[in-house]
C-alpha cells in the first residue's frame, strides 16, 4: 500500500499553534517549504479578531492539513509584527515555499475566510493524491486488483469527492467480478461527482457488465445471423456476447452493422449500446475514436 497525503493525518495541535519570535522561522518561513501556512496576527483586545481566529481555525481544521496555521500575539511579539509591517490588526498573510504570498487585514465575511484558506490550501497541491491515483491504476492494469481496491479506497479516505478513484474503485471491484457492489457505489456516489468523466464511464461499464451476465454463445448467436442477416435481435445479442467475450472491436462492427441495417430499430437500440461501450472505453482508445467517426458518418449521411 502507497503511503500519501501524511500531513492530512495531522492533529489540530500540528495544525494551529501560536509562535513566537524564537519559532517564526522554523514554524511559518521554513515549514511553508512543505505545507502552506497561514499567519493571523492578532491581540487580546481587539474585538474583530476574536471573530476572525475562530472562522480561521475552522476552515484550517477542515482543510484537513493542506494548510496550517499560527497565530501571532503582536503585544507579546512587536518585532515580528513590526518586520511584516502590521499596522491594524486583524492581519492575516500566508507562506508558502518561505515567501508572503497572500493576505487581507480586518474582519471579512466567512465565505471569504473560506474562499482565502482554500486558495492556500490549493498552493501546496493534493499531497500526492494523483501519484497514487496513477499507481491504483498501474497495479489495476497489471491484475493486482485487491491492492488497487485497497489504494482506491484509501484515496477517498481522505476526499471522498476525488472522482477519478472512485470511478477506480469502481473498477476493481467489477475486476473482482463485484457488480452489485459496483453498482451500490455508483447509486451511493457523492452529487458533486456524480456527473464526472469517470463515473460516466463507469456507470457504462457497469451497464455492460450486467448485460454479460446473461449473454448468449458467441457461436449459436453467429449462426442465427448467418441463417438470416436481418435478424436485428441475433445480431444485437451476438454484439453484446462478442462484448463479454471481450472481442470489443467485433462487438462494435456487429452494432454499425445493424445500425446501417436499421437504424430506428427496437427504439435505436443499436445506437445507444455503441455509445455505452464507447463511454466505457477511454476517450482516446482507437476502437472508440473509430467507432464513433464512423457512426457519426452514419448518421449525418
Not at 476574536?50 to 472562522?55: A, D, E, I, N
Not at 507562506?95 to 475566510?113: K, M, N, R, T
Not at 449473454?215 to 454484439?239: K, S, T
Request: hydrophobic fraction near 50%; charge should be negative.
Amino acid at each position: 500500500m502507497l503511503e500519501f497525503g501524511q500531513d492530512t493525518a495531522a492533529p489540530a495541535a500540528d495544525l494551529i499553534k501560536d509562535v513566537s519570535e524564537a519559532t517564526f522561522m522554523a514554524d511559518v518561513v521554513e515549514a511553508s517549504k512543505e505545507v502552506p501556512v497561514i499567519v493571523d496576527f492578532w491581540a487580546p483586545w481587539c474585538g474583530p479578531c476574536k471573530t476572525l481566529g475562530p472562522q480561521l481555525e475552522a476552515a484550517v481544521t477542515a482543510a484537513g492539513g493542506k494548510v496550517r496555521m499560527v497565530k501571532v500575539n503582536v503585544d507579546e511579539n512587536q518585532m515580528i509584527a513590526g518586520q511584516m509591517r502590521v499596522q491594524s490588526i486583524p492581519t492575516v498573510y500566508a507562506f508558502h515555499d518561505g515567501q508572503p504570498v497572500d493576505g487581507f487585514q480586518g474582519a471579512v465575511a466567512g465565505s471569504e475566510v473560506q474562499a482565502f484558506v482554500d486558495r492556500v490550501a490549493a498552493l501546496g497541491g493534493d499531497g500526492g493524491l494523483a501519484e497514487a491515483v496513477e499507481a491504483a491504476e498501474t497495479m489495476l492494469e497489471a491484475g493486482e486488483v485487491a491492492d488497487a481496491a485497497q489504494t482506491f479506497a484509501a484515496i477517498l479516505g481522505e476526499d471522498p469527492s476525488n472522482a477519478a478513484a472512485y470511478g477506480g474503485l469502481i473498477r476493481a471491484h467489477l475486476a473482482l467480478e463485484e457488480v452489485e457492489n459496483a453498482e451500490q457505489l455508483l447509486t451511493n456516489a457523492p452529487d458533486d461527482i456524480a456527473k464526472a468523466p469517470e463515473l460516466e464511464a463507469a456507470r457504462a461499464q457497469v451497464e455492460l457488465a450486467k448485460q454479460a451476465a446473461d449473454a448468449g454463445p458467441v457461436a449459436e448467436l453467429r449462426a442465427a445471423v448467418d441463417a438470416d442477416a436481418d435478424n436485428h435481435q441475433a445480431r444485437f445479442d451476438l454484439a453484446q456476447a462478442l462484448h463479454a467475450n471481450g472481442d470489443v472491436q467485433e462487438a462494435v462492427d456487429e452494432l454499425l452493422e445493424l445500425f446501417r441495417r436499421d437504424r430506428e430499430w427496437n427504439d435505436a437500440a443499436a445506437k445507444a449500446q455503441l455509445f455505452t461501450i464507447f463511454d466505457a472505453l477511454q476517450p482516446q482508445d482507437p476502437i472508440a475514436l473509430t467507432g464513433r467517426r464512423k457512426l457519426s458518418s452514419m448518421i449525418f449521411a
